[in-house]
């Protein structure tokens, strides 16, 4: 191999590599941009198949990723968030989602990559004020440096038109479809992008041939490297799903089948759906037109499959279960449900996903409030016993969740915004984990209480059992302000909150009454007045958590959040009858 062919190698493998730096970069910049608004797009997730196929081409087309769109909703699928026949729509969705790029690189901008990389350079490196402007300025640049890949491939490809070696190879591929759909593939396996490969596809198509007019390669031959394009994407969902639930599995294995069946389908087309295409694409010479045939090519051949394989969802679920027999293997209550490290580098997916967990290690926290109230009220050694294991738990996944909140941080895409919103989140979790806390200092006073058969009197227990009512309230409106980002929620709990400090001032008054009566026995004070203030302290921490959630929303409701599939809203939590002696 000669020092010239090494030098075309290496200079398209850079332009390459431009054309995939840039193009994840303007994906960060328009994720940055677009912030919580992906969330609305989210929100559309659970509705229909339809809705779920606009979502997922939104989605795709803000990412500019069919990849990072599918490994998102594998992750969703995993926590329960979604079911499997709302992902395949999704992924179908994401496929024509996707074809923005071809069609992008199709109109020639490549003659404005400088000028859209000067623009966006200013925005993004010399106007700091305002985040928006810099992640626009971000998103201009990335898209000037794209187009700077492509024009250094497509002039590094020009002097393969006079190579005979390669000639041969391009009229094999024509020749032999299958060649073209492996070597499609294999590309898209290695690249882990079909955007980048079928950039390259649109540049090769666009050389000219020995003609100086007709494309070295020919939509006809063009069309099978398309078709593997197409499947060799499906790895890194495939990857994605190592280790996840079956569901996950199914998932990927949806997404395969989606796009082999499409590629089985054209490929004994291919002289016909090449005439189609030509005919609804520009007219003009092979060379100047072919990029945008590509482009229509694979944007039609996505749109058909979706058509195709929206009504048989419901066969595919089942033949994916077939695929992939098994059922969901149960989890440690310490193990995390929703936590997906796969979709970091999307953080908006991400703090979805946590804020999710938090609510599930919060509901916890809200069964050991009920507990210690059935243990100290109702002298039930087993609520005690629940209490002390909950505990464990809680302060376990505590700490996952932290942890995983605290690598978004180490993220480039995460925003200044988010980084606040992951802040708060952390703060939260210590919250929900004091909570745990001190309802097993309860735990253990009923512990005590009972082993020396301490009583109180019914006016004591009556005040008790009032003051747990009041932090199980609190308790529940914290868990739904935080699926729900209401602010409005959230300030009230900042009024429960007032109501609970009076009522720990009223009790203790009232006991030193009931004292000065000789109705309590002075031993029992140290017990009662610890019980009540751990009870305000589990109220002051759900203030806490209001108080996050009044910051991270500006005061203002954000709407819901996506719910495991299949579940309701938080109800307010149960309320049991006292059950202590002599009530």
Same mark, same amino acid.
Not at 166 to 182: A, K, S, W
Not at 369 to 398: P, Y
Not at 419 to 426: D, E, F, P, Y
Not at 464 to 485: H, N, P, Q, V, W
């Given at each position: 191999?000669?020092?010239?062919?090494?030098?075309?190698?290496?200079?398209?493998?850079?332009?390459?590599?431009?054309?995939?730096?840039?193009?994840?970069?303007?994906?960060?910049?328009?994720?940055?941009?677009?912030?919580?608004?992906?969330?609305?797009?989210?929100?559309?997730?659970?509705?229909?198949?339809?809705?779920?196929?606009?979502?997922?081409?939104?989605?795709?087309?803000?990412?500019?990723?069919?990849?990072?769109?599918?490994?998102?909703?594998?992750?969703?699928?995993?926590?329960?968030?979604?079911?499997?026949?709302?992902?395949?729509?999704?992924?179908?969705?994401?496929?024509?989602?996707?074809?923005?790029?071809?069609?992008?690189?199709?109109?020639?901008?490549?003659?404005?990559?400088?000028?859209?990389?000067?623009?966006?350079?200013?925005?993004?490196?010399?106007?700091?004020?305002?985040?928006?402007?810099?992640?626009?300025?971000?998103?201009?640049?990335?898209?000037?440096?794209?187009?700077?890949?492509?024009?250094?491939?497509?002039?590094?490809?020009?002097?393969?038109?006079?190579?005979?070696?390669?000639?041969?190879?391009?009229?094999?591929?024509?020749?032999?479809?299958?060649?073209?759909?492996?070597? &499609? +593939?294999?590309? %898209?396996? =290695?690249?882990? @992008?079909?955007? *980048?490969?079928? #950039?390259?596809?649109?540049?090769? /198509? $666009?050389?000219?041939?020995?003609?100086?007019?007709?494309?070295?390669?020919?939509?006809?031959?063009?069309?099978?490297?398309?078709?593997?394009?197409?499947? &060799? +994407?499906?790895? %890194?969902? =495939?990857?994605? @799903?190592?280790? *996840?639930?079956? #569901?996950?599995?199914?998932?990927? /294995? $949806?997404?395969?089948?989606?796009?082999?069946?499409?590629?089985?389908?054209?490929?004994?087309?291919?002289?016909?759906?090449?005439?189609?295409?030509?005919?609804?694409?520009?007219?003009?010479?092979?060379?100047?037109?072919?990029?945008?045939?590509? #482009?229509?090519?694979?944007?039609?051949?996505?749109?058909?499959?979706?058509?195709?394989?929206?009504?048989?969802?419901?066969?595919?679920?089942?033949?994916?279960?077939?695929?992939?027999?098994?059922?969901?293997?149960?989890?440690?209550?310490?193990?995390?449900?929703?936590?997906?490290?796969?979709?970091?580098?999307?953080?908006?997916?991400?703090?979805?996903?946590?804020?999710?967990?938090?609510?599930?290690?919060?509901?916890?926290?809200?069964?050991?409030?009920?507990?210690?109230?059935?243990?100290?009220?109702?002298?039930?050694?087993?609520?005690?016993?629940?209490?002390?294991?909950?505990?464990?738990?809680?302060?376990?996944?505590?700490?996952?969740?932290?942890?995983?909140?605290?690598?978004?941080?180490?993220?480039?895409?995460?925003?200044?915004?988010?980084?606040?919103?992951?802040?708060?989140?952390?703060?939260?979790?210590?919250?929900?984990?004091?909570?745990?806390?001190?309802?097993?200092?309860?735990?253990?006073?009923?512990?005590?209480?009972?082993?020396?058969?301490?009583?109180?009197?019914?006016?004591?227990?009556?005040?008790?059992?009032?003051?747990?009512?009041?932090?199980?309230?609190?308790?529940?409106?914290?868990?739904?302000?935080?699926?729900?980002?209401?602010?409005?929620?959230?300030?009230?709990?900042?009024?429960?909150?007032?109501?609970?400090?009076?009522?720990?001032?009223?009790?203790?008054?009232?006991?030193?009454?009931?004292?000065?009566?000789?109705?309590?026995?002075?031993?029992?004070?140290?017990?009662?007045?610890?019980?009540?203030?751990?009870?305000?302290?589990?109220?002051?921490?759900?203030?806490?958590?209001?108080?996050?959630?009044?910051?991270?929303?500006?005061?203002?409701?954000?709407?819901?959040?996506?719910?495991?599939?299949?579940?309701?809203?938080?109800?307010?939590?149960?309320?049991?009858?006292?059950?202590?002696?002599?009530?």
């Amino acid at each position: 191999m000669n020092m010239e062919v090494v030098q075309m190698i290496m200079t398209l493998l850079g332009g390459l590599a431009l054309f995939i730096f840039g193009m994840n970069m303007m994906s960060d910049g328009l994720q940055k941009s677009a912030g919580d608004k992906m969330r609305s797009i989210l929100a559309m997730l659970t509705k229909n198949p339809i809705l779920g196929v606009v979502a997922g081409a939104l989605c795709t087309a803000v990412l500019q990723s069919s990849s990072a769109t599918t490994v998102m909703v594998i992750g969703f699928v995993s926590a329960g968030l979604m079911k499997l026949p709302q992902a395949i729509s999704i992924i179908l969705g994401a496929n024509i989602g996707t074809t923005i790029t071809a069609q992008l690189i199709a109109f020639k901008i490549g003659d404005y990559a400088w000028a859209f990389v000067v623009v966006g350079f200013i925005l993004y490196f010399f106007i700091k004020r305002k985040e928006i402007v810099t992640y626009i300025g971000q998103t201009i640049f990335a898209f000037g440096v794209l187009f700077v890949g492509i024009n250094i491939m497509s002039d590094t490809m020009k002097p393969l038109a006079n190579s005979p070696v390669f000639i041969d190879l391009m009229l094999q591929v024509q020749n032999v479809p299958v060649l073209g759909v492996l070597l &499609g +593939t294999i590309m %898209t396996v =290695v690249v882990q @992008s079909s955007s *980048a490969t079928i #950039a390259v596809l649109q540049n090769l /198509a $666009a050389t000219a041939g020995p003609d100086g007019v007709s494309s070295i390669i020919g939509l006809e031959g063009a069309l099978p490297i398309l078709f593997g394009d197409n499947i &060799g +994407t499906t790895i %890194t969902a =495939v990857l994605a @799903s190592i280790g *996840a639930s079956v #569901a996950a599995k199914r998932t990927a /294995a $949806a997404h395969v089948i989606f796009n082999i069946t499409g590629t089985l389908i054209f490929i004994w087309f291919i002289p016909y759906y090449a005439q189609f295409i030509e005919f609804i694409s520009p007219k003009g010479a092979e060379v100047d037109v072919i990029a945008r045939q590509i #482009a229509n090519a694979h944007l039609c051949f996505n749109l058909f499959n979706t058509i195709l394989f929206i009504p048989l969802i419901g066969v595919l679920v089942i033949v994916v279960s077939k695929i992939v027999p098994g059922k969901e293997l149960d989890r440690l209550p310490s193990e995390p449900i929703y936590l997906d490290y796969n979709v970091l580098e999307r953080p908006f997916a991400a703090i979805h996903l946590a804020t999710k967990e938090l609510s599930r290690l919060a509901q916890m926290t809200l069964g050991m409030v009920i507990s210690a109230q059935k243990a100290f009220i109702g002298n039930d050694a087993q609520e005690v016993k629940k209490v002390m294991d909950a505990e464990d738990t809680v302060n376990t996944l505590q700490e996952k969740i932290v942890n995983y909140l605290a690598a978004m941080f180490t993220k480039e895409t995460t925003t200044e915004e988010q980084a606040a919103k992951i802040s708060g989140l952390m703060h939260i979790a210590s919250d929900i984990e004091h909570i745990g806390d001190h309802c097993k200092n309860i735990a253990e006073f009923a512990d005590e209480k009972m082993k020396n058969s301490y009583e109180f009197s019914d006016e004591a227990y009556s005040e008790i059992y009032g003051c747990f009512d009041l932090a199980k309230r609190m308790t529940g409106d914290s868990i739904m302000a935080l699926e729900e980002g209401d602010a409005n929620l959230a300030t009230n709990i900042r009024s429960l909150e007032a109501e609970m400090n009076l009522k720990e001032k009223e009790l203790r008054k009232h006991h030193m009454v009931r004292l000065n009566q000789k109705k309590c026995s002075p031993e029992f004070t140290v017990i009662y007045t610890d019980v009540i203030h751990n009870i305000e302290k589990i109220g002051d921490y759900c203030n806490n958590i209001a108080e996050a959630i009044i910051d991270d929303t500006g005061g203002t409701a954000s709407g819901p959040v996506m719910r495991p599939a299949g579940s309701e809203s938080p109800e307010d939590p149960p309320t049991d009858p006292p059950a202590g002696s002599g009530n």
